[in-house]
């Protein structure tokens, strides 16, 4: 039968069930009504065949374990939401006010349908699904509470196509096991039992790391569809998250999906109101549930769990995963590719888009086509919170005793070569955790620690990103680390330089508690070292003090690399380093005399420099001596030293 013959038949069958509790109520004096037949003719006494009304409803009793009675229970339902006249009818057996069925009409009627009354158990079944709504106060006498079928229920007595339920399409996606993927992974074995025994598994790695691609592989390995919780979207208020997680439930066993919760740590907050909501899921869907995690937190669901752990991919692996996506690529530029930027695969991915939707179809890729891909994935993420800077000085213009010099080298060799080392040479193993490069630079102001950062970072082709301190730090508790770890795992996966200025307002040394704002500072201290040591990109720091970093930070530090104030010889090399070859000057210009006479570190003599542009330029446009002298002068006396005249 088709789907309008279905409901026409399953009308007629509620108005013959109508009509029943009518006479019922008539005879027993508790309701003054007619006979649905005065509204819908003789077909009111037509009783269908079940055997002949197969539909969507079909799929509810099966996928959903629901009972015949249960099944009749939601029909009845449906057809009063949909045909006017069998709602006219149920209100002359109803309680005056009433604006839907009452619990005790529901029960009464599916007697009449030749069942056992309804248990509340039963009654549970469906409400804990979202297959109905009914007020949920037990204090109220069962007249006066009520019951109606819910959207899904009566879309599907429609007979409309089975496709995501709009009130979940919202913050969910259905991926079908047929669907296509452009990553296929090995699955570990634990996971392909874990899944089959319907337990709850865990993904924990940083945004892009492959989480969600494993735990899809792992269910289209068992030909199971996945059904993509967006956890982040939720409700924020636990009422309204309920009835989602509900829905969840149900459309996942409609679709014989897994549901996988996306970035479940939103949701595992314990003094949260919304917690006992996401406890309910677990419990409500007796199938396997999968879910991803940025860091490893206890999570208590009271079923079996397993936690895997992703790990870092190898440069071969990056390499075959840069292959999948761009496999017209040469296979050495991939292999540069795949050595140069330790990205993960959703960075890959992103990357990937970004150089076809640049490019178009059939145009030869470049390193620097890939380079530019990668700068727009991580600009995306942390464009917010995190500025690019650029460097346009070259190592020349970097004036710094030969010891600081080596430590520079030291640190671009530990990067270019960290492939060799820790992978082919296996240090990897013997290391474990601190795999990253960690650096501070210390020293006065101006002494050429940001313009060395920029350097370090253009020498090893990648982008150099400032935290932004003022939109990092909150004075909401753990906004400030989930802040930070977005900067952390954006920075990963684009394998980006993250630069942290004046970081002693982040790495202060832990003070005594002696209040809640003591106790939450050291806290996010304690974030910060747990999660730099966890990073596996580089991360430089810059600080004009030194003594104000906490030690256990120092411990962990790969290089660090104190910027001392330049002599007399090295402010001189400053002063014709700050002047470009271009620049109009008058004659030999004393800038061995400014350099004994200004003690200015790099920055301060800069600003002198570009003064005395200025002043050049204003005067007839060749810089002299004469206004070196002022320019210098000038910023001396604004950096609260006295100056004295040239003699």
């Known amino acids: 039968m088709t789907a309008d013959l279905v409901l026409h038949a399953r009308i007629r069958w509620a108005a013959a069930c109508l009509a029943r509790l009518v006479e019922l109520a008539t005879r027993e004096g508790w309701a003054e009504g007619h006979a649905p037949s005065e509204h819908l003719g003789d077909s009111a006494r037509f009783v269908p065949d079940p055997d002949a009304t197969a539909s969507t409803f079909d799929l ?25 006249a069998l709602a006219r009818v149920l209100a002359t057996v109803s309680m005056p006010g009433m604006p839907d069925m009452s619990l005790s009409v529901w029960q009464r009627l599916v007697e009449s349908a030749g069942h056992r009354a309804l248990t509340g158990e039963r009654i549970d079944e469906l409400a804990g699904i979202n297959l109905i709504e009914l007020t949920r106060d037990h204090r109220l006498p069962e007249y006066r509470r009520w019951v109606r079928a819910s959207d899904r229920v009566v879309s599907l007595a429609r007979g409309e196509h089975l496709e995501l339920d709009r009130g979940v399409a919202h913050f969910a ?49 068992q030909n199971r569809a996945v059904l993509r919780i967006r956890c982040s979207e939720l409700a924020s208020d636990a009422e309204t998250l309920g009835r989602q997680v509900r829905s969840v439930a149900r459309e996942a066993r409609l679709f014989c999906a897994v549901p996988l919760l996306l970035d479940l740590d939103v949701l595992l907050d314990t003094s949260s109101e919304r917690y006992p909501a996401v ?40 390499e075959r995963i ?22 993960n695969p ?30 727009s994935h991580l600009a995306q993420q942390v464009g917010t919170i995190a500025t690019r800077i650029r460097c346009d000085q070259t190592w020349d213009d970097l004036v710094m005793p030969v010891d600081q010099f080596d430590q520079l080298i030291e640190l671009v060799a530990r990067v270019r070569h960290r492939q060799t080392v820790l992978e082919n040479w296996g240090f990897a193993r013997k ?27 253009r020498e090893l082709a990648l982008d150099l990103y400032q935290v932004d301190l003022a939109k990092v730090v909150s004075k909401y508790i753990g906004e400030t680390e989930k802040n930070l770890a977005r900067v952390f795992d954006a920075a990963e996966s684009g394998h980006a330089v993250l630069l942290f200025d004046e970081a002693e307002s982040l790495f202060a040394k832990r003070s005594e508690v002696k209040s ?14 747990q999660r730099i040591e966890q990073f596996r990109g580089i991360s430089i720091l810059t600080t004009n003090h030194e003594s104000a970093i906490d030690d256990a930070f120092r411990r962990r530090l790969a290089i660090h690399v104190r910027f001392p104030v330049p ?12 002047i470009p070859d271009e620049a109009p000057v008058a004659g030999d210009l004393q800038l061995g005399e400014l350099a004994r006479k200004f003690q200015m570190t790099g920055g301060y003599i800069r600003n002198a420099v570009m003064r005395a542009a200025y002043l050049a330029a204003d005067a007839g446009g060749v810089i002299e001596n004469d206004h070196l002298l002022r320019a210098a002068q000038h910023e001396y006396e604004a950096i609260g030293k006295v100056s004295f005249e040239l003699s």
């Open 60 to 84: 509810l009793r099966a996928r959903l374990d629901l009972s015949a009675a249960q099944v009749d229970a939601l029909w009845l339902l449906a057809c009063v939401e949909i045909e006017p």
């Open 279 to 318: 406890r309910e899921l677990f419990r409500n869907f007796p199938n396997a549930v999968l879910a991803t995690l940025r860091d490893e937190v206890p999570i208590q669901m009271g079923r079996p769990c397993l936690v895997h752990r992703i790990a870092s991919l190898t440069g071969a692996e990056r």
């Open 173 to 221: 996606t259905l991926v079908m096991p047929d669907e296509p993927t452009m990553s296929e992974i090995d699955v570990p074995q634990s996971i392909d039992q874990s899944l089959r025994s319907g337990g709850v598994i865990v993904a924990v790695g940083p945004e892009g790391s492959g989480r969600s691609t494993l735990l899809q592989c792992a269910a289209r390995r």
């Open 567 to 578: 002599d007399d010889d090295q402010r001189e090399l400053l002063w014709r380093a700050m």
């Open 346 to 375: 959703g960075g890959i991915a992103a990357a990937a888009r970004n150089v076809r939707a640049s490019l178009g179809e059939g145009a030869a890729i470049t390193a620097r086509d890939v380079h530019d891909g990668l700068r």
């Open 322 to 343: 840069w292959n999948s996506h761009l496999p017209e690529c040469d296979s050495d530029l991939l292999q540069r590719i795949a050595t140069a930027y330790a990205v």
């Open 431 to 457: 290391v474990g955790r601190g795999l990253g490069l960690a650096v501070l630079f210390s020293g006065p102001p101006g002494t050429g620690k940001t313009m060395a950062a920029g350097l370090v970072a």
């Open 516 to 529: 809640s704002n003591d106790r939450y500072a050291n806290l996010e201290v304690n974030y910060l070292l």
